[in-house]
């Protein structure tokens, strides 16, 4: 990595005839970067260590006859740096005759042709003609997997690909292996690239060796438009361009790509797979083009005015037979903020409190009792690069938002303590210095052991309530080592997504926050989606801000579908994998009267619970604005056309209400939607919020329970490229891993009676009347007692709660 300067001692130098000053430590690149002077190159890198193999920065240094590598050699007082000169040039061009040597003139049919440094600079600083004669290196290709292609001829060995998997992603997928004209750059075990940041290598190449496989000779760089936008995928919105190319078919904007935009307090320069590769979902067949109404048992394209006028139909006769709250609204996280606002103003008016976007979570109630707050802190990057301390509280954050853990992996390779308390031992790439594996109840009962041991040490005086709420509870030599992490140490505990899907996420939360408000840790919820630290800002929920002091209460989604209802209006969700119980999700909104979806996809399950389908502007489709982790409010407009004649949701609302006969929906475009919301008037998250978080203790028994005899926990996640309706629809993305394969600790197996399966064993799993059956392995990396069963995203079988208890069945031959 570019060095830190420890001590900015100023040194002053000849930079091509004028004085410059820098600081000790600094390379003479560095300097002439900072001064507008180019000096070419193709293995240093900003963000890289220094490896100085290409040569290709050679400049003459006090007059000297040989050249010193600009990337590699360090500034000193008075020296004399010539960049133009015939000793300089000369060095240049031998380097790059040296290089083209082995290239291959295969520009024409190169992606990379156009954005490429080895074409750029072979013009700008090669010598145009080439005295080598012989034949040329061919190197046999590599397999990277379905995401980066690979034509090895093309390398120059900067070893750039090499350094980030090395010193960025912590996963060395690449290495090199030989030495001279020998050395190739190759997948050491033949696995390709697995990393969730793999793509990062595709812009680092700075030749054609490592392009884009999804976007392998769809175009060239000059025909697209570049756009700024921030990607969908988490609550982090990197900051992106997307590339556009106006197709010659129907002549639309069509998304080509998708590259990092440089954010220094977000993503930096990187991007996660996920943010690159999605793009392709969206011209994936189960593309809705056409509003369309259930016919019987088949469908009919309808045009908007008869599929809306049958929506308010619908709605008005559920209201008048059954009352407004037989209504139900489950969103997406991602949902923008306009979108929220004039979806929850509608059911609002229609006298609806039941609406949600928390659809992975069933313990909501310390959200719903923070209504006049944000429940937690925003989370800055350059806060948790200095941070002493960050502890993982059940959050896979590599998987969850890969950016945010690449930021935490280069902030534990400069010192911070990471400590992990997850149901899995999951494949961290960087150092853990504490981990605790438990799930179910266990996991809240650490929790509880970390406030006693913080209690025992005198770092807090508990109240009489907490300390009947933690009666049955005692510390441990492990809740004692992390108290004491906890109380000497600031940075943050950071909740992922088993954490906040936990079925007892409040008592999750109380702790935490309880932890919080006596260390320097601060609490950050890792939110699923996009947006749903804005939906919360904006009230959206069943609990809704009557005034300053009240609110009126409607039912989350997790009530709505224990208890369900006449009519579902869905936008943007498939809840038969994004609910927390997807079995009883898909059971409530089978019987229901009716259910309307806005939605850009389709599946062979919506299709069947659904009654009406109402086609919606997908991802780089709609003008918008969400809310980030960091407390930003990123506004966008739409950069792609509408695909076939789907809208905007905030206008399918609108259109809706007014069919209503709803009053105050007269917005014409959206700036006047914009304008009514406060949240965007004023621009500031506090102006909108201003209420204090809840901090009394958890129910009694939500602490003191046990996972008794046999019972079982299931670890239901759900995976990092099944996310959300567009990423799943990515093809690339989705891997034979992605595959339903049980995982339990081989203890587990012992404890419930039955031998080591071995890992050739099919089972069935149970969760209330919903079986399932899938091969299941031993791994000692899943908690002891629990089940590891993701969350099945095809085919018709589905289990119940993401986390709640779960039955295995073995054959009686494996007993
Ligand atoms: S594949 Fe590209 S990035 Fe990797 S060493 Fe070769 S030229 Fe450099
Ligand atoms: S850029 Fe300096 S040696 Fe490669």
């Known amino acids: 990595m570019s060095e830190v300067v420890a001590t900015k001692q100023s040194v002053s130098f000849i930079l091509d005839g004028k004085e410059v000053t820098g600081y000790r430590g600094e390379t003479i690149i560095q300097v002439a970067d900072r001064e507008g002077v180019y000096i070419p190159r193709f293995c240093y890198h900003e963000r890289l260590s220094v490896a100085a193999n290409c040569r290709m920065c050679l400049v003459q240094v006090n007059d000297g006859k040989k050249t010193l590598p600009a990337c590699h050699a360090q500034i000193s007082q008075d020296m004399v740096v010539n960049t133009q000169s015939s000793t300089t040039r000369q060095s240049q061009q031998s380097v790059m005759e040296f290089l083209l040597i082995n290239h291959p003139l295969d520009c024409p049919i190169c992606d990379q042709g156009g954005q490429c440094d080895l074409q750029d600079l072979a013009m700008g600083f ?17 397999d990277l997997g379905p995401l980066v292609s690979a034509d090895m001829t093309r390398c120059i060995h900067c070893t750039r690909c090499v350094r980030f998997g090395t010193e960025i992603s912590g996963i060395p997928d690449l290495g090199a292996l030989g030495r001279g004209e ?8 033949k696995t390709g690239l697995n990393s969730e940041v793999s793509g990062n290598v595709i812009d680092l190449c700075p030749v054609g060796a490592l392009t884009s496989k999804p976007h392998r000779y769809r175009g060239r760089s000059w025909s697209f438009t570049n756009h700024a936008y921030y990607s969908a995928h988490d609550c982090l919105q990197s900051h992106v361009y997307v590339h556009t190319y106006k197709n010659g078919i129907d002549g639309q904007d069509a998304v080509m790509r998708v590259v990092p935009r440089q954010c220094d307090s977000i993503n930096q320069i990187w991007l996660s797979d996920r943010d690159r590769f999605s793009y392709l979902g969206l011209q994936h067949r189960d593309r809705l083009t056409h509003p369309m109404i259930r016919d019987g048992k088949s469908w009919r394209v309808v045009d908007w005015e008869t599929a809306l006028t049958l929506v308010s139909e619908k709605i008005q006769s559920v209201i008048k037979d059954h009352g407004p709250e037989q209504i139900g609204a489950l969103i997406s996280p991602s949902t923008s903020l306009e979108e929220g606002f004039i979806g929850q103003k509608l059911l609002h008016t229609l006298g609806c409190r039941n609406m949600d976007y928390r659809l992975h ?11 006049h707050t944000l429940p937690q802190e925003f989370l800055s990057f350059e806060q948790l690069d200095n941070s002493q301390c960050v502890v993982l509280v059940g959050s896979y954050i590599r998987h969850e938002q890969p950016i945010a853990g690449l930021r935490l992996r280069a902030a534990s390779l400069k010192g911070t303590r990471v400590l992990s308390i997850n149901p899995i031992a999951h494949a961290w790439n960087f150092h853990c210095e504490e981990e605790v594996v438990v799930a179910g109840q266990d996991f809240v009962q650490f929790l509880g052991a970390c406030v006693v041991s913080l209690a025992n040490f ?10 009947e709420r933690l009666i049955h509870i005692d510390s441990s030599t492990q809740s004692d ?16 997504q088993y954490a906040q899907s936990h079925p007892h996420a409040s008592a999750i939360y109380k702790l935490c926050s309880l932890i919080s408000s006596v260390t320097q840790m601060r609490l950050v919820m890792m939110t699923p989606g996009t947006n749903s630290t804005g939906l919360h800002a904006i009230g959206y929920g069943p609990c809704h801000r009557v005034d300053s002091v009240n609110m009126s209460t409607g039912e989350s989604s997790y009530q709505m579908i224990d208890r369900p209802k006449q009519l579902y ?26 259910v309307v979806a806005i939605t850009s996809f389709t599946s062979p399950e ?26 930003e409010i990123n506004t966008f407009q739409a950069i792609k056309p509408l695909h076939g004649q789907s809208k905007s949701a ?5 259109v809706l209400a007014n069919l209503l006969k709803c009053e105050g929906f007269t917005y014409h475009d959206i700036s006047e939607l914009r304008a009514d919301i406060p949240l965007l008037s004023s621009g500031c998250l506090d102006e909108s919020i201003d209420g204090e978080v809840d901090l009394s203790p958890p129910l009694p028994r939500q602490l003191a329970d046990q996972v008794v005899g046999s019972e079982l926990t299931r670890i239901g996640e759900l995976g990092h490229y099944q996310m959300d309706t567009l990423v799943r629809r990515c093809d690339p993305l989705q891997r034979p891993a992605d595959k339903v394969i049980a995982k339990i600790h081989p203890d587990t197996v012992r404890r419930l009676g039955f031998d080591d399966p071995g890992n050739d064993v099919v089972v069935s799993l149970k969760q209330g009347q919903n079986v399932i059956s899938c091969p299941l392995l031993t791994d000692k990396t899943i908690a002891k007692g629990a089940v590891y069963c993701p969350v099945i995203c095809h085919g018709d079988s589905q289990l119940s709660g993401r986390n709640d208890a779960i039955e295995i069945l073995f054959s009686e031959d494996d007993q």
């Open 606 to 631: 919506m299709l069947e619970y659904a009654d009406i389908l109402l086609p919606a502007a997908a991802w780089t489709e709609f003008s918008g604005s969400w809310v980030n982790i960091t407390g």
């Open 481 to 496: 080592r992390f108290a004491k992490y906890l109380m000497q140490s600031d940075g943050y505990l950071l909740l992922g």
């Open 569 to 594: 209006l869905l936008q943007q969700v498939e809840p038969e994998i994004d609910h927390y119980d997807p079995a009883l999700a898909r059971a409530a909104l089978t019987r229901a009267q009716t």
């Open 458 to 467: 005198g770092a807090i005086e508990l109240s009489d309530r907490w300390r």
């Open 650 to 654: 905030w206008k399918i609302y609108r």
């Open 361 to 371: 979570q069933r313990d909501t109630d310390y959200m719903d009792s923070a209504v």
């Open 126 to 142: 090669g010598k145009g003609v080439s005295r080598y004669e012989d034949t040329k290196r061919v190197v046999k290709d590599e």
């Open 182 to 189: 020998d050395m190739r750059i190759l997948s050491y075990l």
